[in-house]
């Protein structure tokens, strides 16, 4: 096999020694070349009795508002007109937290009009304070909404894989890293989670018979093995329009793209070359679909339509190029790169033009996953010296590490909740 497959039977068949290497917030801001907007954040009042176990709600607001990609915090103690007018801060964001019976909080947000005081958006939640985040998250998106006339991703999650007590398990969490739930509890390494459609569930790689095989595990359920009909299966990709999966598997020796249904475990070739193919990623319209070849004698990212005809090479810059992931609005493609045997994280437009460098001189970079906004990227990287995960802008600025402790890698983004609406609605169609 030529060198990508080389790598990739060497992550799959070595010992689990071998992983140990590759699996609050710390921030690199960089130079941003996109616009942002200053929004102003004012404590919210509290009324007396609240113990804090987290953040308080404009601490929350203000780290979603510092993550987005959209704002720029202008920071005050109380309402400050003459501040918010000079750092051009037409909106600001406050509220009022009151102790409820039962350990519950009444948590009221709202966003005014700075010049005028003007109510634009007013929220009201009865939470307990485990939940007050996501409460936060929840007004921090229709505030976006409100203000931009496009949704936020304050309320979606990323799965990953950490080590736990010396194994990789697959976890989600919010998407700034709080609220981390443990999905797979197995004694044998898991990996390479993706989102089920919906976000019903996650579909993951496990070794627990000695071989990489997907299963799949809806969230209040049990997990299910995938294609069990194939010795070896791995690097899933789900359709975000019909819910199939595509994955690779190796057969005699060569590895092949798959097209399976989940639900009855019939799959199929999805397409017929000579050369490898791995890391399948669909377009935002699952027209086409991205993956990793050696067709060229070394690992490059090309592109098919969705029945596997219309081939194009995308990369040509550099010498190894692999996991390609589609910004949400289809006209660019983020992905790894190794550069003097240090792995960084391009992008660049479908017929590999504007190519653009996002991380450099900053240990390894990698497997790079679009926000569904398309304003963030998140990717794992050891700059800290152990891998975690972290967040930036798409132009690669503002970076921000989101996870602490331990070994996380291969971050997957969620879909947002009115896509699911959606696809719901096309499959009672």
Not at 49 to 70: F, K, M, V, Y
Not at 132 to 151: M, N, Q
């Amino acid at each position: 096999m030529k060198r990508l497959f080389v790598l990739l039977a060497f992550l799959v068949f070595s010992a689990p020694c071998v992983f140990a290497s590759i699996d609050t917030i710390a921030v690199d801001v960089g130079i941003s070349v996109f616009k942002t907007t200053p929004i102003g954040i004012v404590p919210f009042e509290e009324k007396p009795g609240i113990e804090w176990i987290e953040e308080r709600p404009h601490q929350i607001l203000t780290r979603d508002a510092n993550l987005s990609g959209r704002f720029d915090v202008v920071a005050s103690e109380k309402f400050n007109l003459a501040l918010f007018s000079r750092s051009h801060a037409d909106y600001y964001m406050t509220g009022k937290v009151s102790p409820l019976a039962d350990g519950l909080l009444k948590v009221e947000c709202f966003l005014y009009v700075s010049k005028s005081k003007t109510l634009r958006l007013g929220e009201s939640y009865t939470v307990k304070q485990k939940n007050l985040r996501r409460a936060v998250h929840d007004f921090f998106d229709k505030a976006t909404l409100c203000i931009t006339g496009e949704r936020g991703v304050a309320t979606t999650r990323l799965a990953f894989v950490s080590k736990i007590d010396g194994v990789k398990q697959v976890v989600i969490s919010d998407y700034d890293g709080f609220h981390r739930s443990q999905v797979t509890r197995d004694s044998t390494i898991s990996m390479m989670p993706v989102w089920m459609r919906g976000n019903a569930g996650l579909v993951y790689v496990n070794f627990k018979t000695r071989r990489p095989r997907l299963y799949a595990k809806k969230f209040g359920g049990a997990e299910y093995p995938l294609f069990a009909q194939f010795d070896q299966t791995y690097s899933p990709a789900v359709n975000p329009r019909t819910g199939e999966l595509l994955f690779s598997s190796t057969v005699d020796g060569k590895t092949d793209l798959y097209l399976g249904n989940m639900e009855t475990g019939k799959a199929r070739k999805f397409a017929y070359l000579k050369s490898n193919q791995t890391s399948p990623a669909w377009s935002p319209t699952a027209s086409e679909v991205l993956f990793t070849s050696d067709r060229g004698g070394s690992p490059q990212i090309f592109v098919m339509e969705k029945d596997g005809s219309d081939l194009r090479r995308v990369t040509f810059m550099g010498r190894y190029n692999e996991r390609a992931s589609w910004s949400p609005n289809g006209d660019r493609i983020v992905y790894t790169s190794m550069d003097n045997g240090k792995m960084n994280i391009y992008t660049c437009a479908l017929d590999g033009s504007d190519v653009t460098q996002l991380t450099n001189n900053a240990g390894n970079n990698e497997h790079p996953t679009w926000s569904p906004d398309g304003k963030l990227i998140a990717f794992s990287s050891n700059r800290s010296g152990s891998y975690q995960i972290y967040i930036m802008r798409s132009d690669g600025a503002n970076v921000t590490r989101i996870t602490q402790g331990g070994e996380n890698t291969a971050p997957t983004w969620s879909w947002f909740n009115e896509d699911i609406k959606q696809q719901k609605k096309e499959g009672n169609q």
